[in-house]
């Protein structure tokens, strides 16, 4: 069936004409309108636009001009901004603002001849673990619709798990590709900071939101972010350095590799279950020559608390654009000034975004920002300097991605703590800005569940051959939930 081949094998399959893109558009586009309503994956479909995008595909193709994405239909998540589409970010302010340019990211993959099938469903404006806090209404975890598929960017989690689409972007500021990508089962990578260009891409926090790929292999992963990685002079916070092939390295081998298992990342909290699973993929790496030593990484518990007093700062200070004035919800029929800020922004904002803005201007207010957020900066860099000590002894940091399987929704929805804590092992690479990624590894009870690779700064390649022969040597990565094969 089309929709379960690889990148690679649709790429070949276009290029040796067994297919047209037009056609495997099309049936993608028949998978949505079929699945879609009971998953709620996409917020915005774009199907003309996909149409010519993939006759021009076809086009490329028949001239001798394909890359390895051209002809290929992904999903965008709608954090994106995309030229004369919706760019909602999940969110009622944004719910009619169309977008006069594309992302880096957006043109990118243009340029490399993908389809655009649609704009995926998000936490609003990526804050948010599960997915349920969009306006557009909870996304549903395809392996079992009772649960989320987790956040921000479930959507696209969703999307390419019931393969609504060939491969997906998403963004990471906490762990949002990589949670929802254990929840999911996918392989999904948050790059290092500065290797994506986040110009175009709506900020939640700008020092720790990156971009990246999610699919269903680390080879596929490979190929969608060797598209979109790359130095961008508009974006000030953007690395200029080569970008490597990040598929010629896939096959290396990795015996002699030292493993680094962070003793704080199997204590309390993580389920007894989804620890045998990890366990379980260490002694397939052991198998395939590879090397466990136990680290420590004290400040582990301190990373959330860091966390949750620099990303609402940063959000706070992000989000204080949408006024009403320029763009975005405007309230109807203003008093004045001051009425037309105050309803914009509690009729435009959701209760999560409203909840981190509030903690964010608290903590950056005269008399608190020593306390709080220089505070939260320093816990930052002790941090970066742990990750940087435990690279002197290993190649590469594993441990879970989650601490539990998928959790029903509404099961945390009115508990922001618990909810927070979902992220646990995910938050402090963001604060590092290292690279790292989430695989399936054994799944529990019917549930999938992701192993973390943590690595260098821009050891991409690294890691993605590490998942790459995790994944030649089992079959987790290709279960799929029965219902969408």
């Given at each position: 069936?089309?929709?379960?081949k690889t990148l690679?094998?649709l790429?070949d ?6 297919f047209s ?9 028949e998978?949505?309108?079929r ?8 917020i915005t479909?774009?199907?003309?636009q996909a ?8 086009r490329?193709i028949a001239?001798?001009?394909a890359?390895?994405l ?8 709608d954090?994106f901004?995309?030229?004369?589409v ?11 603002f169309?977008a006069p340019?594309?992302a880096s990211?957006?043109?990118?993959c243009?340029q490399?001849g993908?389809?655009?099938?649609g704009k ?10 599960s997915n349920e806090t969009?306006f557009?209404g ?6 079992d619709?009772?649960?989320v598929?987790?956040?921000s960017?479930g ?5 390419v798990?019931?393969?609504?689409c060939?491969?997906a972007t ?19 990578l ?5 290797l994506?260009s ?14 990246g790929p999610m699919a ?5 992963c490979a190929?969608?972010?060797q ?14 350095r080569a970008v ?9 081998d ?5 493993i680094?298992?962070?003793k704080?990342y199997f204590?309390?909290g993580?389920d007894?279950a989804?620890a045998?699973?990890?366990?379980e ?5 052991r ?14 518990a301190?990373a959330?608390?860091?966390?949750y007093v620099?990303a609402?700062?940063e ?8 006024d009403?004035?320029?763009?975005g ?7 004045n000034?001051?009425d037309?800020y ?6 435009g904002f959701?209760?999560?975004v409203k909840r ?5 201007t ?5 008399g ?8 939260a ?7 970066s ?22 959790f ?5 929805s ?26 399936p ?6 549930l999938p ?6 690595g260098?700064?821009?050891d991409?390649?690294?890691?993605l051959?590490?998942?790459h022969r ?13 219902e969408y094969r």
């Amino acid at each position: 069936m089309l929709q379960q081949k690889t990148l690679r094998e649709l790429a070949d399959a276009l290029h040796n004409r067994e297919f047209s893109s037009i056609e495997l558009t099309r049936h993608y586009l028949e998978r949505i309108a079929r699945h879609n309503p009971q998953l709620n994956a996409y917020i915005t479909l774009t199907e003309e636009q996909a149409l010519t995008q993939a006759a021009a595909a076809d086009r490329r193709i028949a001239a001798g001009e394909a890359q390895p994405l051209t002809g290929i239909p992904l999903a965008q998540k709608d954090i994106f901004c995309t030229a004369g589409v919706r760019t909602s970010c999940g969110s009622k302010m944004l719910d009619r603002f169309i977008a006069p340019y594309d992302a880096s990211v957006i043109e990118r993959c243009n340029q490399a001849g993908a389809v655009m099938l649609g704009k995926t469903n998000m936490d609003e404006f990526a804050m948010g673990s599960s997915n349920e806090t969009s306006f557009y209404g909870p996304v549903r975890n395809p392996w079992d619709p009772q649960r989320v598929p987790g956040g921000s960017s479930g959507g696209s989690a969703a999307a390419v798990a019931a393969q609504l689409c060939a491969a997906a972007t998403g963004t990471d500021t906490g762990g949002s590709i990589r949670q929802p990508a254990a929840l999911c089962g996918l392989t999904g990578l948050k790059p290092s900071y500065g290797l994506v260009s986040r110009w175009g891409m709506i900020a939640f926090a700008s020092s720790l939101d990156q971009a990246g790929p999610m699919a269903r292999s680390a080879e596929d992963c490979a190929l969608l972010l060797q598209a979109i990685a790359g130095f961008d002079p508009r974006d000030s916070t953007s690395v200029e350095r080569a970008v490597p092939d990040y598929s010629s390295d896939l096959e290396g081998d990795i015996a002699g590799l030292r493993i680094g298992l962070p003793k704080e990342y199997f204590e309390t909290g993580l389920d007894p279950a989804v620890a045998r699973s990890i366990e379980e993929a260490l002694a397939q790496y052991r198998r395939l020559g590879a090397e466990v030593v136990e680290i420590t990484l004290p400040s582990t518990a301190l990373a959330v608390p860091a966390y949750y007093v620099v990303a609402p700062a940063e959000c706070s200070s992000n989000l204080a654009r949408y006024d009403g004035v320029r763009f975005g919800h405007r309230c109807s029929d203003p008093l004045n000034l001051e009425d037309l800020y105050k309803r914009s922004r509690a009729e435009g904002f959701g209760a999560e975004v409203k909840r981190r803005v509030l903690i964010g201007t608290y903590a950056l207010s005269a008399g608190y920002y020593d306390a709080y957020y220089l505070k939260a900066q320093q816990l930052r860099q002790l941090i970066s300097e742990e990750f940087r000590q435990a690279f002197r002894q290993v190649d590469v940091i594993m441990g879970p991605t989650s601490p539990t399987t998928a959790f029903a929704i509404g099961e945390k929805s009115s508990d922001p703590v618990a909810m927070y804590l979902s992220d646990i092992y995910t938050i402090a690479v963001n604060l590092a800005g290292l690279p790292a990624m989430s695989l399936p590894v054994a799944p529990v009870a019917g549930l999938p569940v992701g192993l973390q690779l943590i690595g260098r700064y821009f050891d991409e390649a690294r890691l993605l051959n590490i998942a790459h022969r995790l994944q030649q040597a089992t079959d987790w990565h290709r279960q799929l939930p029965e219902e969408y094969r």
